[in-house]
């Protein structure tokens, strides 16, 4: 069986990103299982118990060996984060309701709720509020702390999500996780909060103790951006690939952040040297009215459909790798 490294060191890589705090447990089992059918070989999850078992048993409906990463991050990143909603100052416009790419948002008593389980934080949901109803919080535990009852699972990664302005908070928390972890990590961050001097610098410091090859850099371009299927969504994740590329860090490379069916032939275009791509809102988005039904693992019609969108998506990735 080809592990995880040979998968990266072949450039044949391709992720699937469930969400860092996606929880709803009956989803990820669908997603894993539809998109280890159609080749994606690695999958990211929340470092949750439930989550893990989910997403197993979407491996096991695949009779697929495929890798498992779970996720973890700190305060300041946005994949660890919730919206809540404000009854003081909700309208009931129904703006948040119909973007929401998750179905998180719900009506109840005539009022409008975020069931937390399916929330990802990606505050679509924020940006089209009419009246500021919508608030970000943080269900923050440490890293540390979030990894500590998984460390006895079978994982075969650990991402540390830590988009953050707060060098010194990100680094020690880096040496936490690899103090209780020491199998293959991956450091998932965009350049939003740090110049790229400093985030090269910083990377450096992070990468000081590690063997060479032996962490992954997932470049989140444009975090949860990817709905759409354009050069211009993944153009970010593209640019700073570039950016690890010039710096010759010894890490592996994913693209994220934005990435859609055109991420992987841009680089390629941009002579951009990457490893593979991890893949979320776009994939998530093409299979969610495939697999939003009870009786999706009884309907082999549903199934078949949802493999041959995420296979085609899967054969146009792999075809630039």
Not at 201 to 229: A, F
């Amino acid at each position: 069986m080809e592990t995880l490294k040979q998968k990266l060191e072949n450039k044949k890589c391709l992720k699937l990103i469930c969400g860092a705090g996606n929880e709803n447990i009956k989803e990820i089992e669908k997603l894993v299982y539809v998109y280890a059918m159609s080749g994606f070989n690695f999958f990211d999850i929340c470092a949750k118990k439930d989550v893990l078992i989910a997403a197993e048993n979407g491996l096991k409906r695949a009779d697929s060996k495929a890798n498992i990463c779970v996720s973890i991050g700190l305060k300041d990143d946005v994949h660890v984060s919730k919206a809540v909603i404000n009854y003081q100052k909700c309208l009931n416009c129904n703006n948040c309701l119909s973007v929401c790419p998750q179905n998180a948002i719900y009506i109840e008593d005539n009022k409008y709720n975020v069931d937390d389980k399916k929330c990802i934080g990606c505050f679509k949901c924020f940006d089209v509020c009419k009246n500021s109803a919508i608030i970000v919080e943080h269900k923050y535990k440490a890293p540390y702390t979030m990894l500590l009852p998984l460390i006895s699972e079978k994982l075969d990664c650990v991402e540390f999500h830590c988009t953050s302005d707060k060098e010194d908070e990100i680094i020690d928390n880096w040496y936490k996780i690899k103090s209780l972890y020491n199998g293959l990590l991956s450091i998932c961050l965009d350049r939003s909060k740090l110049g790229d001097d400093n985030l090269i610098n910083m990377l450096k410091e992070m990468l000081k103790k590690s063997e060479p090859y032996s962490v992954i850099l997932q470049v989140d371009g444009k975090p949860m951006s990817g709905s759409e299927d354009n050069y211009n969504s993944t153009l970010q994740t593209v640019a700073f690939a570039k950016l690890i590329n010039d710096a010759k860090l010894p890490v592996y490379i994913l693209l994220s952040g934005g990435t859609n069916s055109k991420s992987t032939k841009l680089a390629k275009e941009c002579d951009v040297n990457v490893n593979g791509v991890a893949i979320g809102s776009y994939a998530r988005k093409i299979v969610k009215d495939y697999i939003k039904d009870d009786d999706f693992f009884v309907n082999e019609l549903l199934q078949k459909k949802a493999i041959a969108v995420a296979k085609e998506l899967a054969q146009d990735l792999l075809n630039y790798l």
